[in-house]
Structure formats: C-alpha cells, structure tokens
C-alpha cells in the first residue's frame, strides 16, 4: 500500500491579491511518481489533528515560516513521523532546534535557474550519504537565508561554508535541505534517491 504523504501548503496571493494555499506541482509530482499518495495540509494549527492521517510530511520552501509550520516540525521529531523539509522548511526545523537565520548575499545561492548549480560536500556517517553515497555533489538553490547553530547533524555544506543540510539520524527520516531536489529529479539521479528514500521511509511500520 502506497504511504499517504501530507504537503504542508504555503500561504500566498493570487492573481487578484485574495489569500490562497499552494503546493508547487514538483513536489507532488516527485512524490506521486515515486511511489506516495499525497495530499495538501491547510497551513493552521488546527491542521495538527491531521497527524494521524499520513505516515509523513514535506515542509516545502516558502518565504515565511508560520506557527504552525514550527508545531509540526516538534510533533514530527518526537513522534518519529517521517519528516523533509525543502529550503524555507530546512530553516524551520534548524530555527525550531536552536538555530538562527541570517542573510545570505553571495549570488550562487540565488538563483531562479534551475540548471545553475554549485558543490557541496557531504559528511560520512550521515543519513544523506547513506542515501547519497558520494562526498561531493551539485545541487541548485534560491534562498536569501541560511540557518546558522542548529542543535542537529550537519550533513552538508557548500564550497563557501552554508550549511545544505540538517539532520537526525536516530529518527526514520528527519532531514532538511537547503536545496530543491524536486526541481532537478527529472534529471538529477541524486534527487531521484532523496525522494525515494523519504518513501521509503514512509512506508515503515513500528
């Protein structure tokens, strides 16, 4: 039976400025492509009544973290649900774990193309490695932030020292990355593993 993953929407304005939700077609894609079912969460605290109903969820990026977001990344670690947070989402659950934001200028980690992609390096005994299997990578970003002193693993880092991912490998998956793999999984093998094992991890049992 395919895991039922729950997308937590993004608070944002339409055309004529009325308030919406949103999830980004690539995210779901990804997921539904490789092997989940999946299912949009209204961004509210109200919204934690909904835990029960998926065996993980994905914190998309986003320009601004909400309340809710913060609750959902702290039932997620204590419960052990299954948890990838994607940019904004990383630097949620880096904030949550006693990490800071700061602003970010240099120009590769700030782009709106995909294809533009810089290094970064991997840590051994890492979950990413594990799903990885490779120190050095390429990945893509458009971030303004990057989160600094979370009280988790780093797993990763660019060239110029941000940290690109976060981590607690005593859970079934509790990962961020500052970086969009959903973007790049078309073509990016390294993406396809990411979104795979996340699954994968969805589908455990206790």
Known sequence: MK????????PDKNITEKNVQI?????????????????????????????RLCDGFVLQGGNEATEFDYELVKKCHELNIPLLGICLGMQ???E????????????????LDKLKLHNITIYKNTRLFDIIGEYNISVNSRHNYEI????????????DGVIEAIEDYNKKFFVGLEWHPEDMVNFDDYSKKI???FINACNKKD
């Open 3 to 10: 895991p039922i993953i729950g997308i937590i929407l993004r």
């Open 23 to 51: 999830v980004y077609n690539n995210i779901y894609k990804a997921l539904n492509d490789y092997g989940a079912n999946t299912i949009g969460i209204i961004n509210d605290l109200s919204s934690l009544d909904l835990l």
């Open 92 to 94: 949620t659950i880096g």
């Open 96 to 111: 949550v774990f006693g990490g800071n934001l700061k602003e970010t200028t240099i120009n590769i980690h700030n782009s």
């Open 148 to 159: 600094k002193g979370p009280n988790l693993t780093v797993s990763a880092r660019s060239d």
């Open 195 to 197: 979104f795979k094992s």
